[in-house]
């Protein structure tokens, strides 16, 4: 996670930059651009602090999350606070200012566990849920409920109320579709678009940027509204490859969003998007890490404890970050830069978890395969095809399995008077009675009880929203053991 940023702020960086003496490795590839959030260079002061520090910060679907790093990457300090989300039956939906104090709130109290001042934090970075959010020409929240509450302006990722909008959306075949596994899904973001403009028109009318979440948030700390080129291609059918033909063939390393099809959002009912230039959806897309306008305006510093002016990268999806992490991370035998590194990299699969699950893996040559989505050109590693799966419910559906019991209840009780968590405590009850039956190993344990996980539809590969759950081998038993063996079998299919 080393590396600095020689560049001047204000050069657009389209590419990674290569240069002849440097090896062709995927760290060098990535330092490039996404180590910029960590450890740019800071424009507001020449006069060295005792040390520089670099904040990140984590959006997911139940909380916002912030991290301090020293410049080797070790983490000095963390917290997390929760966000409120509105669920009514397939509606999912948040409020982008309640977010922001949450992120607020987690990034003072991360540094103060850290022990660091604002003016130590050299850069920051920002990571979300791929959620949609909508706001006014003065940045102010437009509702996308039904109940008309200004404050839920933001269609969660889960959100599946567009299922029948992106039906009308693949039955014309667009071929922006095949860079997404042949088919847009309700979690993306042109059939939520869609169902606005059709079912609120009012918001419709009044909604002067639509944005990723991710996005919207180093908007709001920076004031620039340059787009991810990891959100806009894996969400948004944005062609990051078109973009790059296009600028390679007009030798410009101008940030103008060239990868949009136009034909195909007016081909959906959404031409008005494509006015001015994209304006609502994204004039300018830039790889994940450039740094944005001026950096933190004051507004924002004055709101995060921070300093004015210091570098902030453009974001990546939650998933995605994680996803670079992990296939930049090498043992300690393999750390040494090798011709062949960018093909070990496309031999890694990451599996990022959370309240979904995603499967990923990265290609020197796009692959197209019926229900998986993608590829997606540098949505995550610089020049490289992204191939993504997953599973639409993983710890959302632990969660439902674990609550929707009867014996759920007295559990929690029991887990809280022994001051550990109810995940602990199963997994302690799970033991006890593979020793009790003398099983081998704890997956023997549930040859009688078998899950099938689509209780928010199947992501892939079957890319199916409407597909459903299945639990086999229910019985009349009520107690925590079952209840145990529910749970282990969820989480082994």
């Not at 395969?369 to 590829?375: M, Y």
């Not at 009880?449 to 590969?461: K, T």
């Not at 759950?469 to 082994?492: F, W």
């Amino acid at each position: 996670m080393s590396g600095k940023w020689t560049r001047s702020d204000s050069t657009p960086l389209l590419r990674p930059q290569h240069h002849p003496s440097q090896r062709s490795s995927p760290s060098n590839a990535y330092s490039s651009y996404s180590s910029i959030s960590l450890e740019m260079t800071s424009a507001v002061s020449a006069t060295p602090t005792a040390r520089s520090v670099f904040l990140g910060v984590d959006v997911g679907t139940g909380s916002a999350r912030a991290g301090v790093f020293d410049e080797n990457g070790k983490l000095l300090g963390s917290s997390s606070s929760p966000i409120q989300i509105w669920k009514d039956g397939d509606c999912v939906e948040q409020s982008s200012t309640d977010i922001w104090h949450a992120i607020s709130a987690a990034v003072k109290a991360a540094c103060s566990l850290a022990e660091v001042s604002g003016d130590e934090v050299k850069g920051l970075g920002f990571a979300a849920t791929c959620s949609l959010v909508a706001v006014d020409a003065d940045g102010s929240p437009v509702t996308v409920s039904w109940s008309g509450d200004s404050r839920r302006n933001i269609i969660v990722w889960m959100d599946h109320r567009a299922v029948e909008q992106a039906e009308r959306i693949n039955s014309r075949n667009s071929p922006v579709l095949q860079y997404c596994g042949g088919a847009l899904s309700p979690e993306m973001q042109p059939p939520k678009l869609l169902w606005v403009k059709e079912n609120l028109p009012e918001s419709w009318s009044m909604v002067f940027r639509w944005m990723d979440l991710s996005d919207w948030l180093s908007y709001r700390a920076t004031g620039d509204d340059t787009r991810s080129l990891c959100t806009t291609v894996c969400k948004w059918t944005y062609l990051g490859h078109a973009h790059m033909q296009q600028n390679n063939e007009k030798d410009s390393r101008d940030m103008e969003a060239c990868g949009w099809d136009d034909d195909f959002w007016e081909e959906i009912g959404l031409g008005d998007l494509v006015e001015g230039h994209h304006a609502k959806i994204g004039r300018s897309v830039a790889f994940p890490g450039h740094p944005l306008g001026s950096g933190l305006t004051s507004t924002a510093a004055k709101e995060l404890g921070l300093v004015a002016g210091i570098p902030v990268g453009t974001s990546l999806i939650d998933a995605h970050a994680g996803g670079v992490g992990v296939l930049e991370s090498v043992p300690s035998s393999d750390s040494q830069p090798k011709e062949s590194d960018i093909e070990a990299l496309c031999h890694r699969m990451v599996l990022v978890c959370g309240t979904s699950t995603c499967h990923m893996i990265v290609s020197q040559k796009k692959l197209f395969i019926p229900g998986v989505w993608g590829p997606y050109w540098s949505a995550m590693v610089p020049e490289q095809w992204l191939t993504e799966g997953g599973q639409s419910a993983t710890g959302a559906l632990l969660d439902y399995i674990i609550e929707n019991h009867v014996a759920s209840p007295h559990l929690a009780n029991r887990a809280a008077s022994q001051r550990i968590s109810v995940f602990e405590l199963l997994n302690k009850i799970l033991e006890t009675t593979m020793h009790e039956l003398k099983r081998p190993f704890l997956a023997s344990l549930t040859e009688d009880i078998h899950v099938l996980p689509d209780f928010h539809g199947n992501r892939s590969p079957i890319a199916d929203p409407k597909a459903k759950g299945i639990i086999c081998g229910l019985t009349l038993d009520t107690s925590e053991k079952q209840l145990a063996l529910q749970y282990l079998a969820t989480l082994q299919d």
